[in-house]
Structure formats: C-alpha cells, structure tokens
C-alpha cells in the first residue's frame, strides 16, 4: 500500500473526520504558506533586449550592430535569482555561432547545423540554485547571421525572469550586451562593478552629459509645446509641530500642483515659486502637472519641501526595485483634452491614455529620469518548474489553472466555514491578476510579451483560461469586482467562437508540432465547461450552458470505455484511437466538471437525461474500482499503479453531490464511497499540519501506464490537489448534513420522536 507519512502525522489521528477542523487547518495552512505579495516593480529600458511572442529573449546582433565586422564577438549576461533549486528547460535557437555558459559553466556550443538551419531549436536542461546564478552568452558575427534567441520552453508558463548584472544596474530587469570585440573575452563578476572589465555595456543606465544638463522632462520627452505630462513622489513630513511645509522651486511652464488629491496651487508662469501647504505628519502623495509652453525652450521643473529650514525627503511612491537615488514617477507625454482622472493617477494598475482620440490612442505608463527606464510589474513569487512544481515559495497573485481549483476550494471552505478571511484572500488573489488586465495588455504591446498574467494574455488553450476563469467568476459573488466581466467575455469569446474543434463541434487541441499535436484531453472538460456554466449563471447567456452540456456528450463519444465505465485519459487523432489509459485524475476533471453542469441545468433542458445516466455510469465506473483504503490508484484500473490523492479528492466530491442533489437511483453506496474516500484521504494524503501529500504532478499523456505511475510522481503541496482536497472536505459535509436533516424531517422520524415524547 501507498504511504506518504506514519499514522500520527496523519490530519485523522488528530481531529478524526472533523471536516471543519480538517478545512481550517487546510486553508489555513495554504494561506500562511503564500503570502499575499504580488507584483514586484523593477526599472525595465525598452531600447534593451525585448521578448517575442513565444517569450524567448531576441537577441538579433546583426539588428544591434548592423556594421559590426565579421567574427567579432558579442557578449549578452544575465543574473537569474533562484529562492530554491528549480529545473528548467532552455531553449536557444541561433542565429550564428553561440555558446552559452550557466553558472560558469559551459552547457552548449552551437553545431554548424544548428547555426544554419533556419528554426533550428536546442532544449537544454539547466538546474538553477538557490541564490545569485550567471548567464552568459558568446556570439559571433558571421554572414549567416548574428546572436540568437534565448528563453525557456514554455515560456508563459515557466517563467524565466532575468536581471541585469554588474553593482550599476542592480535590481533592473533585462539583459545587458556588449559592444562588438574582435577577440574573446573571459566572464567577468556579473555582481561586481561593469567597469571592472573593458567591455562597452548596453544599453546605457546614465543620460549623456548634454542630456543631464536640461530639465527632466525636457531630456524625458522632448520638447513637445501644448503637452503634458504627470510627476508623482511621496512628500516625507517628519515634522512633528504641525508647521506648514513650504514648497520651493522653478518652473520651465505651467503648473498645477495636488497634496493628497487636493489642488494647492496653480503656477501660470515660468519662474521660481515658493507655496506654504498644510502637509500630515508622515507620507503625502504629490503630485504635479506640467506642461510645455509654446514657444519655451525648455521643459521641466525643481522642487525642493522644507519644514521651516529642514528639507524634507521626496521619495518614489511606490517600491521599484533598482532605483537608489530617484525620487519621481512620470507619465505622459499627454495631448491638450487627454486629461487622466485624478484619482486613477497615483496608482499602478492603470494605463493611459496620451490622446483624446477614441480609437487607437496611444497608451503610456510610469517610468523614471533615466534613458528609456519604464518600470514594470513582474511575477517573482513561486516559479514553476518543468514538472509544474513550485516548492515553497508563495503563489499569490499567479493566474494558472491549478490555483484556479485552489481559489474555487479557499472560496468553498470560506463559505462553509463562515469565514470571510478565507473567502477575501481567495477574491483577492484573483483580483491581484484581473486589475492589472489592462495594464498586461499594454506590456505585451510594448515588449513584445508580458512580465505579468502571461497565461491570460497569451490565451491559447483552455488551460490558459478555464479554470482560473471560473475561480474569477466564482469569486464575483464575494466582490463585484468590475475587472472580471470583461476578461470573462474574451475567454468566452475564446472558447465559443475561436477555439479549435473537431467537426462534431468538439474541443481538442492542434498545437502544431508540440507533443499534444491532433489530441483530445479529457482535462478539457474542467478547463471548459465549469467557465462556461458560471459565464452563463453571471451573464444569462444561456448558450454558454448548452456548449457545456454538448461537450460531455461529445466527449463521451471518444474516451467512454465501456468495459470499465470510465474515460481513457486522452484521444490521438494522428492514430485515430483514444490511449485507453483511464489515469485517474483526468477521470476526476471529468467527474467535477459534469456535477457542475448537472447543478445548472435546467430540469426541461434536453441533455439532461443523458447527462444523469452519464454520471450514473461514470460513478458505477469509478466506485468499483475503488480501493481498501478509500484511495484509487493513478492509473484507475491498475492496481500495481500507486494510490493517488487528488483524483480520489474529486471522486468524494461528485459522489457527495450526486447524493446532495439526487442524481443517484441508488445513492446509500456512494454515500459509503464518499465517506471511505473522506476517511482515506484524512489518514493517508492529508497530515495534521494540513501538508498534503500523493497528488501527482502536471500530465502529458502516453499510451502505457508506466509513464502515469513512473514518470508522474507525487508532490507535497502540489497545487493540483490543495484547492480540490478543501472542495471534498466541504461536499461530504453537505452530504452528511444534507442527510441529517433529511432523515430528521421525515414523517417516521417526527412520529418516532413524538412517540418518545410520550
């Protein structure tokens, strides 16, 4: 038998089948486990090295340096922070001769094929450990080409974020490169100083000496007569006297100044100006407008705070990483009518608009007084590697499908619970995402892929959108939160009007020339149909409800195996035959997902029947192979295979909803699996620190079973099965409550206590 810990570590030699003592240490649990810390803020220059849409670095030399002679060399570093060992894949296609060196270590020189062949692509394995680790490539310039491109395989969901080396870039994002040499160079420190070495670095952190000597938004933005453009800092007022605070300086234009949101002075003319403001004790937003004059000759402006003849501190408003020394944001450069409201300025989630025009405007952001420094939101929390495993690290504010099920569990729990802690931190982890919608839209736009919500924006496939979808759409009943509605109507555009299908209608995926090329995944019925049923319920769209109920039957058509009344796990349209491998958690996507359909469909709706005797038959699949302990095996019918906690998780789920909502013709032996299920889980996947344990990591898929039970192995604390072991928690809970209070309201039951009375 299949054990994770001894018995009392178990969660059952502590509470015993206590849902609610189980719930709480689960959720609480995870929610101590990731923090709520989302976004980190770096300097980004955007005339350095971009990404394309594949997410891979662009480092095309011969763009860079169009007149460098033949066989110099160009140099490209990179640090990449690790919290704690994590693997990943590389790729490096090659523009012309490469090497690439990792930690100092040489890990590939190009072929002659791979410099040639045009798409030419190298997947290389590299471990990156915990702290500081060096990237460093070498490039030769040869007539065929020039650089290459570098990133990770799958880039937008492994992320690989790099940092600029050497002490004067400290915290920036981006690679640097040198100017062409003629001759190689060896790897400098990447943590020293740049000028420790004789290369030329790019792209420059410093304005040149002409630059440094006009205004700041002058050397920003130009001159540019009728423009404007925003200035935010934070006043520091450690004054403990209450004295007004005197704002001192010179202005090249107009000028409007906010304390805090409220207007303080207006400035109409170039010159010095000295203001006297009532500022709080501690951090005030300041903020200021100002424009270019027509006719001026420069543009820009000083300002210096005083607290009687103590000057006060101005520093940025926001934490950014690489900014020692800054004390200023900006925006602009705006068009006379392009007015930002005032209370969408001092904040980081917004994009603006430059121009009153109602279509295509240009959009701009914060950036500093720096050649082309824009700051950039980017995800650093948990980093997922090649097996989707993230350690320990928090995953808050990440949009992908598994913590699209551990929302939906927290909100669950939450609820059940009556705690509106849980079911806040759930709501704002998705809101953590969804505000800076639009903000990733426009960091696409811009370099080319974004730093943040990659998934979302790099919407693909189902699993890029459905179940985190459904967590955003199950959340909006704690929130109202405005952003969800738009980004719910793009990936139901998505799914119903641009996915792929078979000529049945059928989802499947074509992803040409990846490993699931011309496949059809029975995952696909959870990263759909639970969206769909919610888009609906939110929207009235009842379209969305009959896709969702089609797809089962449709689904049912290729992967039913009717000798076993389970799903094969996947459908190989390039052998025209399903893999006949039942792997357990795909069975369980399926499960979950028809319930969730079933819950919504109207009584009259014409699936509805067939729908019933599905899940009537599924779960006679599924309950007989159910083992001793509770748990089912990873591949359903192989009992050589291990016991696996998260589709078991979901088995106990539709089970306890089969029961709760009457779909069963004979429900006292799932109400009996459901509770064995429960009790496996508690004692055997589930320990008294609410770790938990026997959920396998993320599938491809593969016609034996070896691959499931060998090649997929378990993971503590796998996102996959932390949301959906709260969600069986609570489903048996309202099964046995659902009992309870059915068998107490009974006619036997009120005469038997009547009669007791007497």
């Not at 295979?641 to 078991?648: F, I, Q, R, V």
Request: hydrophobic share 35%; charged share 20%; with cysteine.
């Amino acid at each position: 038998m299949t054990t994770y810990f001894s018995e009392p570590q178990s969660m059952y030699y502590r509470f015993g089948e206590e849902q609610d003592q189980v719930l709480k240490v689960l959720a609480e649990r995870y929610i101590g486990a990731n923090a709520q810390a989302d976004f980190v803020y770096r300097v980004f220059q955007q005339s350095g090295i971009l990404q394309n849409d594949k997410g891979l670095y662009d480092l095309n030399m011969s763009k860079r340096f169009p007149d460098a002679p033949k066989d110099h060399i160009s140099y490209a570093a990179a640090l990449v922070w690790g919290d704690e060992n994590r693997n990943l894949d590389v790729l490096v296609r090659c523009y012309g001769p490469v090497r690439f060196h990792f930690n100092n270590e040489l890990i590939y020189r190009s072929t002659v094929i791979d410099e040639i062949t045009p798409d030419a692509t190298v997947k290389l394995g590299i471990d990156i450990q915990p702290g500081w680790n060096t990237v460093w490539l070498e490039m030769k310039n040869t007539p065929a080409g020039f650089g290459c491109q570098f990133g990770s395989d799958e880039g937008k969901v492994r992320i690989l974020n790099v940092l600029a080396p050497f002490q004067e870039r400290s915290g920036h994002a981006g690679w640097v490169i040198s100017e062409p040499v003629s001759s190689a160079c060896t790897q400098p420190n990447l943590l020293a100083g740049q000028e420790e070495n004789d290369l030329k670095w790019l792209p420059e952190v410093q304005w040149s000496a002409s630059e440094q000597n006009k205004p700041a938004l002058e050397r920003i933005y130009g001159l540019l007569p009728g423009r404007h453009a925003y200035a935010w800092t934070h006043l520091d007022n450690r004054d403990a006297t209450g004295r007004p605070v005197r704002l001192t300086g010179q202005s090249q234009g107009s000028m409007r100044i906010w304390l805090d949101g409220q207007s303080v002075a207006e400035i109409n003319e170039a010159g010095p100006f000295e203001v006297e403001v009532i500022a709080p004790f501690g951090q005030s937003d300041l903020l200021i407008r100002s424009e270019c004059q027509t006719g001026s000759d420069s543009w820009g402006f000083k300002l210096e705070a005083f607290a009687g003849t103590e000057l006060l501190q101005l520093k940025l408003p926001h934490r950014v990483q690489g900014t020692s020394g800054d004390s200023w944001l900006y925006a602009g450069p705006f068009e006379a009518g392009a007015e930002p409201e005032l209370a969408d300025l001092m904040r980081m989630d917004r994009v603006y608009q430059t121009s009153a025009a109602k279509q295509g405007a240009e959009r701009t952001y914060w950036r500093l007084d720096r050649p082309d420094a824009f700051i950039r939101p980017y995800y650093e929390n948990a980093m997922l590697s090649n097996k989707w495993t993230v350690g320990s690290v928090t995953n808050y504010g990440r949009w992908d499908y598994p913590l699209g099920v551990t929302v939906y569990g927290l909100l669950q729990a939450g609820r059940y619970l009556q705690r509106p802690d849980i079911t806040r931190y759930a709501a704002e982890h998705v809101q953590a995402c969804t505000q800076m919608y639009e903000y990733s839209l426009w960091d696409r736009e811009q370099y080319g892929f974004p730093a943040i919500n990659q998934q979302l924006i790099m919407l693909k496939m189902l699993d890029n959108c459905g179940s985190f979808g459904s967590a955003m759409l199950e959340s909006y009943t704690e929130c109202k939160e405005p952003t969800f509605l738009p980004i719910a109507d793009r990936i139901a555009d998505f799914m119903l009007s641009r996915l792929e299908r078979r000529p049945d209608g059928a989802f499947y995926r074509i992803c040409a020339g990846e490993y699931a090329e011309n496949t059809m995944w029975a995952d696909d019925l959870y990263m759909s149909t639970p969206f769909l049923v919610r888009y609906a319920r939110v929207t009235g769209k009842s379209e969305a409800l009959d896709e969702a109920a089609k797809q089962f039957t449709l689904y049912r058509k290729y992967l039913f195996m009717p000798e076993y009344k389970i799903m094969s796990h996947v459908y190989d349209f390039k052998y025209e035959q399903a893999t006949q491998i039942p792997w357990g958690r795909g069975n369980g996507w399926t499960l979950f997902s028809l319930t969730e359909v079933l819950e919504a469909l109207p009584e009259e709706h014409p699936e509805r029947p067939a729908l019933i005797a599905f899940f009537n038959e599924l779960c006679e699949g599924y309950a007989a192979l159910q083992s001793e302990s509770g748990l089912w095996h990873q591949v359903l019918n192989n009992p050589q295979t291990y016991l696996e906690a998260s589709c078991t998780a979901m088995f106990a789920y539709g089970f306890a909803r089969g029961v709760r909502f009457g779909w069963f013709k004979d429900p006292a032996a799932y109400v009996a699996a459901a509770q064995r299920a429960w009790k496996g889980l508690v004692c055997s996947a589930i320990d008294r620190q609410g770790n938990v344990h026997g959920v396998c990591s993320g599938s491809r898929y593969a016609f034996t079973a070896e691959y499931y039970d060998q090649d997929l192995r378990t993971v503590t604390n796998d996102n996959h099965g932390i949301g959906i072991m709260m969600l069986a928690g609570t489903e048996v809970a309202k099964m046995e409550k659902h009992l309870s209070e059915r068998i107490s309201n009974s006619p036997v039951a009120s005469v038997s206590t009547t009669s007791a009375a007497h």
